[in-house]
């Protein structure tokens, strides 16, 4: 009988030893995993942030791009062969700036993609959903603004063809 009580005893240091070593990683776990839902949701709305700007941006290529346009059928009227070519290239740079916007934006999309698939908590999954918005926004924006500056490359082309001595 001592000797299964001197055996229990033991068992049972054993378990407390054990218990108390799970208890020390757990809590070394639970701090890992804290630190890493806090950066997690830094990241989630940094990304969203860089996601808005980028839609913003691209909606202002487009208005560029617009504007270069308008500028491009307003200067295709007369003999101003150097302005029209000047538009034509603004509003291809917009459209080109909009479209790199449209790419920034749904890299940071998929970023808060990440973010949702490794840590699906509330607030990351409003700033994936921002930021996928933000995204679209951005990508119509792009899409718009090349359909805006082809046009102005044509009108380019057709007013510089109608110049004098061509």
Avoid at 6 to 28: G, I, T
Avoid at 41 to 54: I, S
Avoid at 117 to 138: G, H, R, T, W
């Amino acid at each position: 009988m001592e000797t299964d009580t001197k055996a229990l005893a033991e068992s049972l240091e054993a378990l407390q030893r054990d218990f108390a070593d799970f208890r020390v990683h757990y809590l070394v776990v639970n701090e890992r995993y804290t630190q890493s839902l806090a950066t997690l949701k830094g990241l989630t709305t940094n990304a969203k942030t860089a996601a808005l700007r980028a839609a913003a941006s691209a909606k202002h290529a487009l208005e560029a791009t617009n504007k270069a346009y308008e500028a491009v059928k307003d200067a295709a009227n007369q003999s101003l062969q150097s302005i029209v070519r000047d538009a034509a290239d603004a509003a291809w740079a917009a459209a080109e700036s909009a479209s790199q916007s449209a790419a920034s934006a749904a890299e940071s999309s998929a970023v808060c993609a990440a973010a949702v698939a490794q840590q699906a908590e509330e607030i990351s999954v409003q700033a994936a959903s921002q930021a996928s918005q933000a995204a679209s926004a951005a990508a119509n924006a792009a899409a718009e603004a090349v359909s805006l500056s082809r046009k102005a490359a044509v009108l380019a082309s057709l007013a510089i063809e109608k110049q004098p001595g061509r």
